[in-house]
DNA sequence: GGTTATGTGCAACCAAACATTGCAGAAGGA
DNA sequence: TCCTTCTGCAATGTTTGGTTGCACATAACC
């Protein structure tokens, strides 16, 4: 019964910088890769190897304007990998519930 | 207005073998570096770094019993760590929702 | 138009992390 | 005691996140 998770989706989100690079597009609306590396503590090349990374994952898509890269963040695919962090992380919780509840119940048996 | 997060405890769940190693020690109440490597695809030496990795961050506790070390789950720690999970899951929701509703408020405001 | 500035992409190189193989030591069971 | 099994350490390979350096294209300014 293990909580069955997109590996690839996963581990894009998994890492710290694509995890901001993900709140700064969604709070500006979108980015490139040099707006982007000013923000942040990677160089533009780093950032641009991790635009690649959600990319493929299809969690941002790219549209050429002009001459620079514009990226924005794809809606139905970011809500995709909240769901499996929010469904890795209510597993866990509803495990140790159920841990508990029988360390419980093992406790009130040794009582009486 | 980041999500603030344990950037040692989240990489420490973001890796996928250690994941499914939480998942094994979960379901069988415990375990040692070798009977879950008969689980999963790694050598029992890789197991045991991600055991001291988990270890590091508090994720597990180690007890030598005999010639073994016996390794379980810390909960409270776990539960943290899902609480992370669904706290950035969440927070990612709510902008979209966000982002929804305002591009609906326009689309409003563009049809009178 | 020509020059300068800005945005991008490619390649080489570095360091850390994940994983492997090989070996040696310690603790149970026959 | 002998053999199995579980552990730990060291050397090595491979992937990944990050850097620097350079070349090229497009836009802006004179």
Partial sequence: MT???DDDLWSAIGDPTRRRMLDLLLADG???AT???DRLPVTRQAVAK?????DRVGLV??????????YRVDDAQLAR???QLAEVGSTWD???RRIKRI?????RTRER
Avoid: D, F, K, N
Wanted: without cysteine; positive net charge.
């Fill in 30 to 32: 979108g980015g490139t």
């Fill in 35 to 37: 707006t982007l590396s």
């Fill in 50 to 54: 991790h635009l690649g990374v959600l």
């Fill in 81 to 83: 990998a909240a769901a």
């Fill in 3 to 5: 909580v069955a998770v």
């Fill in 94 to 96: 509803a495990r140790l």
């Fill in 103 to 107: 360390a419980e119940a093992v406790q």
């Fill in 61 to 70: 898509h790219v549209t050429p304007a002009g001459r620079e890269m514009r």
